[in-house]
């Protein structure tokens, strides 16, 4: 099992930049494969990013490409999610998720789920 926290969002102008944050517990994070999702109001929960449990495989959504940055350190449990160039229309609560050994860019094959952190961006 594994606890996955989220930090880093906040309130950005259009075109800003911010770096959030996923520590997770446990000894086993390399186990997981890691991924980023958002919900904004009145919206189902859609990906973002994923990445491979080592990190040598990343996959992004047409919307956030050339834009977002995933990256994880296992030595450090976390993985990172560097927005750059943001949109109002990224505006969301961001979730990061965990699921065992495949990585995965639907929400239900995730099994673990942090608590959210709310971005922002105004126009």
């Known amino acids: 099992q594994v606890q996955l926290v989220e930090s880093g969002g906040g309130l950005v102008q259009a075109g800003g930049s911010l770096r959030l944050s996923c520590a997770a517990s446990g000894r086993t994070f390399s186990s997981y494969a890691m991924g980023w999702f958002r919900q904004a109001p009145g919206k189902e929960r859609e990906f973002v990013v994923s990445?491979?449990?080592?990190?040598?495989?990343?996959y992004y959504s047409d919307s956030v490409k050339g834009r977002f940055t995933i990256s994880r350190d296992n030595a450090k449990n976390t993985v990172y999610l560097q927005m750059s160039s943001l949109k109002p229309e990224d505006t969301a609560v961001y979730y990061c998720?965990?699921?065992?050994?495949?990585?995965?860019?639907?929400?239900?094959?995730?099994?673990?789920w942090g608590q959210g952190t709310q971005v922002t961006v105004s126009s």
């Open positions: 998720a965990a699921r065992s050994w495949v990585v995965a860019n639907t929400p239900e094959n995730y099994r673990y």
């Open positions: 990445i491979s449990r080592t990190g040598d495989s990343t």
